[in-house]
């Protein structure tokens, strides 16, 4: 007892202590917090200085979570020839993911008794490559909302592909032939050139007997077949639905250019048919050897132009010096190219500073120099060289090109270039600056980025003022109106769908949606960046759509745009063309009547024009069930 009573009073005494240190402790605490908050009210709202490159997050700002990855969860079915539904099979694939203007990534996904799941960076869209199910390369014909946004679900779809065999026969006797070689499309290239020379492609067959069996492909690829002695000639092959094709081969003659005269190095050959558009693709375009002579095998026998050009036929490129010849069949054809002797071309010393507020931070600021449109373009063209050797429509000017001085300013040399006007974009905040190069040259040119300021832009629908969740807005600062084509910047909505915070120059901006299907209420609407905090809600409206899809059969068809045209019956021209996992999408601004118009597509009949109605922010599906030629 006498031990419990000793145990009690020293709790009582604690208490008796103890209690008025702890409301001392707890007094001290709240004044603490009324004297931070005074200090506070004190200080005023913080304001950025020029001399501080980042401004710091208040305390009570609440920090930007992590943006979630987008899952994926899906099940993947294989149909195979007789039609039978596979929806349990093992395998795996890869998942290509990307966002317009950055590296794409892969994802490698398994796929367990029909099942998968992956996880990929929010707002990304996908496809699958190299799908092989059950042991078996395979293809998709159905990516199922595949190119979604968000967590999703989605079913793939797809067919094991079936073995093709190609028939490569004489087309005056109709004899298979030997010494058959084969080259496929690879990145790079272009398909609707006749012949392969110098296009991007990758041998699959060579020195083989027809029929010519070929390796396993993407569902159409595009290939270039030759035999000895035979010319070139093009064929599209569906490896999903297999099967034997034949192609015959004309005879073909060969062609030996020999290029004299100055300024030979860093040019191309281009050669036409004598009767072709002359804007249109050449027969085959290549660089030019050093040695100055380039031989054309496999030719097709005919009229042809040789021309020898300061650029790609598709850049504005100058002839300077060209030919008519004859190419026989069976035989070499042999001719030379004289090139004149170039003008002289005057050129002057070009430098001087860029100014970048400390406001911006650490940014890009490399500069590129191009050319007004309708002055200098025609003499930069052949006077300034590019750091590669080639010819050049503008200097680019890195970061570490550039010097910097006491004051902070950038001084760059854009080393000797032609009078004129001219356009510097800085960096990757699109501004861009015109100036212009007198008769002797300028050494002092000034050029001033102003200083940043944050923007906030909500994307919202202009018939019920209801958020737009867009993933990304194109902008633009004041640009230079006789350039060819304004710079601009993409900005992207994250966590936040439909909302975007980026900082740009001082002044105004322009904007233009990157989201397919929406378009901005008030295209040529410009917008005030203020020092400061810049807010505005961004009026959008959906676009009216139209979604034609190709069938042969139950398989797909993808199509190029070049194949299908939209006409609008009442005159309207205002078209957006996309491509959605090998269907064709068109975008209107005007609903309303419009006419489909096909192209001739090889080895299908030719569709008839089909008159469309097209309602305002809805998408109509049109499916065209092609025919092959001679089936009725």
């Known amino acids: 007892m006498r031990a419990a009573r000793e145990r009690s009073n020293r709790s009582r005494r604690a208490w008796r202590f103890g209690l008025p240190l702890l409301a001392v402790l707890l007094a001290w605490v709240a004044l603490d917090g009324r004297e931070s908050v005074r200090r506070a009210e004190q200080r005023g709202p913080d304001v950025p200085s020029e001399r501080v490159r980042e401004t710091p997050r208040r305390n009570d700002e609440p920090k930007d979570p992590e943006p979630a990855a987008d899952e994926i969860v899906g099940r993947l079915v294989v149909v195979d020839r007789a039609g039978l539904e596979h929806p349990r099979e093992d395998g795996r694939f890869t998942l290509l993911t990307w966002i317009e203007g950055e590296p794409a990534a892969l994802v490698p996904v398994s796929v367990s008794k029909g099942e998968w799941r992956a996880k990929t960076a ?32 989605v079913t793939l779809r797809a ?60 569902r159409l690829a595009v290939y270039w077949v030759r035999a000895r002695g035979f010319a070139w000639s093009r064929i599209r092959i569906d490896h999903v639905r297999g099967g034997e094709r034949t192609i015959r081969l004309k005879r073909g003659g060969a062609l030996e250019v020999t290029v004299v005269g100055p300024a030979a190095r860093g040019r191309f050959l281009v050669l036409r048919r004598a009767e072709a558009d002359e804007h249109g693709v050449p027969y085959t375009e290549s660089a030019l050897p050093e040695s100055g002579v380039a031989r054309v095998n496999a030719m097709e026998p005919g009229r042809y132009d040789v021309l020898v050009t300061s650029a790609e036929w598709w850049r504005r490129s100058h002839t300077l010096g060209s030919a008519e010849v004859v190419v026989p069949a069976d035989a070499v054809e042999r001719v030379t190219v004289r090139l004149a002797e170039p003008a002289p071309q005057v050129t002057v010393p070009v430098a001087g500073v860029l100014v970048v507020p400390e406001a911006w931070g650490a940014i890009d600021v490399s500069l590129s120099i191009r050319t007004a449109r309708g002055t200098t373009e025609e003499l930069l063209l052949t006077a300034l060289q590019g750091k590669d050797g080639g010819v050049s429509t503008e200097v680019e000017i890195d970061a570490d090109e550039m010097t910097k001085d006491r004051d902070g300013r950038l001084h760059w040399d854009a080393g000797r270039i032609p009078p004129g006007e001219y356009v510097a974009t800085i960096g990757r905040t699109a501004y861009q600056v015109a100036f212009r190069v007198g008769a002797t040259g300028d050494a002092s040119v000034r050029l001033a980025l102003p200083r940043p300021a944050d923007v906030v832009l909500r994307t919202v629908d202009d018939a019920t003022g209801l958020r737009v969740p867009l993933r990304e807005i194109r902008w633009s600062p004041a640009w230079v109106s006789f350039l060819d084509a304004r710079s601009s910047v993409t900005a992207r909505s994250a966590p936040d769908p439909g909302t975007f915070r980026f900082r740009a120059p001082i002044g105004e901006i322009h904007l233009d949606t990157a989201a397919r299907g929406w378009a901005l209420a008030s295209p040529a609407k410009v917008y005030s960046v203020r020092p400061h905090r810049n807010e505005y809600d961004v009026r959008v ?15 797909a068809v993808p199509l190029g745009a070049d194949k299908v045209t939209l006409q609008s019956v009442d005159g309207h021209k205002d078209l957006e063309t996309s491509a959605d996992r090998g269907d064709l999408l068109f975008f209107v601004r005007n609903p309303g009547a419009y006419e489909l118009v096909f192209e001739n597509i090889p080895g299908f009949q030719r569709e008839k024009p089909r008159r469309v109605e097209l309602r305002q922010g809805t998408t109509k599906t049109v499916v065209v069930a092609l025919r092959r030629k001679g089936v009725d």
């Open 541 to 555: 409206i959906r676009l009216s759509g139209l979604r034609v899809r190709f069938r042969d059969g139950n398989a």
């Open 159 to 218: 067919r094991w592909k079936a073995s093709c065999a190609l028939r490569v026969l004489d087309d005056a006797t109709g004899r298979d032939l030997s010494g058959v070689e084969v080259v496929r499309l690879v990145s790079g290239g272009r398909e609707d050139e006749p012949h392969p020379h110098g296009a991007g492609t990758a041998h699959v067959v060579k020195e083989a007997v027809s029929p010519v069996s070929l390796p396993p492909a993407d």
């Open 122 to 153: 929010p707002g990304r869209r996908a496809r699958v490559t190299d799908l092989t199910i059950g042991g078996r390369v395979a293809v998709v014909v159905d990516e199922g909302g595949l190119a979604g946004s968000g967590d999703r679900e």
